[in-house]
Antibody
Framework: QLHLQESGPGLVKPSETLSLICSVS??????????WGWIRQPPDEGLELIGA???????YYNPSLRSRVTMSVDTSKNQFSLVLRSVTAADTAVYYC????????????WGQGTLVTVSS | QSVLTQPPSVSAAPGQKVTISCSGS????????VSWYQQLPGTAPKLLIY???KRPSGIPDRFSGSKSGTSATLGITGLQTGDEADYYC???????????FGTGTKVTVL
C-alpha cells in the first residue's frame, strides 16, 4: 500500500526558504503514469496546488507561485522535495504531498500533512 | 481566487440526500475529468470520486459523481453524521496549465 510522509521544519522566518521532503513507501517513484505533487491549505481556507513533478523531471507549477518554487525528485531515496523561497505570512499553511495520476486529474493517496508557520 | 465555484455549505437531515455543484468553464471542467475529495475535520483530503463518476475501492455507492458541460455534481444519499466534512472538486485548467480546486463545500448533517 502506497504511503507518503512529509517532513521538514514547522517554523520558517519571513524572507527565508521553506524546504520540505516527501518520503514515498510501498511503490517506486520511478513511474511515468504518475506525477508527485505538493498541495497546501492555509488555515480555514481551501486547497491550492503548488506544483507537481514526474520522476523524469517533467514539472508544472501554480502560475502564482512559479517564480518562488522548485521541485525535485531523488529516485535513489524514493523521495521528492519542495523549495519555496522568500516566504511571507501568507505562506503559512498545512502542506500535503500526494500522487497525481497523469492525464486523469486525480490525487491519491495524500500524506497526513505538515503545518508550516512563517513567523519571526 | 479559485476558478471552480462551489456553494459554501449544504445541509440535510440524516438519511436525506445532498448535492454539491462545481461550476467551471470550457477551460477546465467541460474538456477534462473531474475528481472529488472529502476532508474530514483535522485530516488530509481523501479521493472520493475520480474521472467524473468512478469510486475508489472502499467508497460506498452512496457517493456519486456526474458532469454536464461546464459543471460537475457530487451526490450523497443516505446522509450520515460521519459524512460531515468539507468537499472539494478538482480538475485541470488548460488556460492556466495547472490543477485547480473548487472553493469547497461544508456538509452539515442536521
Amino acid at each position: 500500500q502506497l504511503h507518503l510522509q512529509e517532513s521538514g521544519p514547522g517554523l520558517v522566518k519571513p524572507s527565508e526558504t521553506l524546504s520540505l521532503i516527501c518520503s514515498v513507501s510501498g511503490d517506486s517513484i520511478r513511474t511515468t503514469d504518475y506525477y508527485w505533487g505538493w498541495i497546501r491549505q492555509p488555515p480555514d481556507e481551501g486547497l491550492e496546488l503548488i506544483g507537481a513533478i514526474r520522476y523524469s523531471g517533467d514539472t508544472y507549477y501554480n502560475p502564482s507561485l512559479r517564480s518562488r518554487v522548485t521541485m525535485s525528485v531523488d529516485t535513489s531515496k524514493n523521495q521528492f522535495s519542495l523549495v519555496l523561497r522568500s516566504v511571507t505570512a501568507a505562506d503559512t499553511a498545512v502542506y500535503y504531498c500526494t500522487r497525481r495520476r497523469a492525464n486523469l486529474n486525480w490525487y491519491d493517496p495524500w500524506g497526513q500533512g505538515t503545518l508550516v508557520t512563517v513567523s519571526s | 481566487q479559485s476558478v471552480l465555484t462551489q456553494p459554501p455549505s449544504v445541509s440535510a437531515a440524516p438519511g436525506q440526500k445532498v448535492t454539491i455543484s462545481c461550476s467551471g468553464s470550457s477551460s477546465n471542467i467541460e474538456n477534462t475529468y473531474v475528481s472529488w475529495y472529502q476532508q474530514l475535520p483535522g485530516t488530509a483530503p481523501k479521493l472520493l470520486i475520480y474521472e467524473n463518476n468512478k469510486r475508489p475501492s472502499g467508497i460506498p455507492d452512496r457517493f456519486s459523481g456526474s458532469k454536464s458541460g461546464t459543471s460537475a455534481t457530487l451526490g450523497i444519499t443516505g446522509l450520515q453524521t460521519g459524512d460531515e466534512a468539507d468537499y472539494y472538486c478538482g480538475t485541470w485548467d488548460f488556460s492556466l496549465r495547472t490543477d485547480v480546486f473548487g472553493t469547497g463545500t461544508k456538509v452539515t448533517v442536521l
